[in-house]
């Protein structure tokens, strides 16, 4: 498992931390575990895009830390999506979990994501990804380098530097070109990029 001063970095440094870790959720359904494959990161005051970015408030107060919890937030009245904080204690900022790959709990997953065309699309975008681990308001502030919670963030096998690729964020309707999202190149359930500037897609930006 991450220990929490190893999250307590930057969120860009962070997000690309993780990819490659384990996101594991145990729930009534059972056990299911996803590889990151693609994240974003969100800084606070200096980021246009960011929850933080006009202060704290109640909705974006576990971004303010301390590091290694997770940070659910609902969107367009129907999906919740998940971040993992990062940062100095008070200095707000998060990674967005955009996509994983499903290594257990694959017929959990298939029980909820029963129009899913593939293996590859299980956890393929934000929403989606929340979804598989069965995750949502309840789960908000959970510490994931708690080896008793019920969501554990687990060191997994990094990708290696020359198949991370890196690009704008999705969706956002500010600092458009900022590239601050990371995936592994080649995986299957990287999503689709979309420009924002328009309609807000899920992301920690407001």
């Known amino acids: 498992m991450f220990r929490r001063d190893e999250l307590a970095i930057d969120p860009v440094d962070l997000a690309y931390l993780l990819l490659g870790s384990v996101l594991e959720s145990t729930g009534p359904a059972g056990t299911v ?20 970015y006009r202060g704290q408030t109640p909705r974006n107060q576990v971004m303010w830390g301390p590091a290694g919890h997770l940070y659910v937030y609902f969107v367009y009245g129907m999906h919740f999506c998940a971040n993992i904080v990062g ?8 990674v967005l979990l955009r996509a994983g790959e499903i290594l257990s709990g694959l017929d ?8 899913a065309r593939g293996t590859g699309e299980l956890a393929k975008g934000p929403a989606i990804l929340t979804a598989a681990l069965g995750l949502g308001r309840g789960e908000n502030g959970v ?18 530097a020359a198949e991370v690729r890196s690009g704008p964020r999705v969706g956002v309707a500010m600092a458009m070109d900022t590239p ?13 990029y979309r420009r924002g500037g328009k309609r807000r897609l899920p992301s920690p930006g407001k």
């Open 33 to 52: 575990a996803a590889r990151i494959v693609e994240v974003e990161a969100y800084r606070g005051l200096d980021d246009p895009a960011s929850h933080c």
């Open 87 to 94: 940062g100095q204690d008070g200095q707000p900022g998060a």
């Open 108 to 115: 959990v997953v298939k029980a909820r994501r029963p129009a």
């Open 143 to 160: 510490d994931l380098t708690d080896p008793e919670s019920p969501i554990r963030l687990l060191t997994g096998e990094r990708v290696p």
């Open 180 to 192: 601050w999202r990371f995936w592994a190149d080649g995986s299957p359930a990287v999503s689709t």
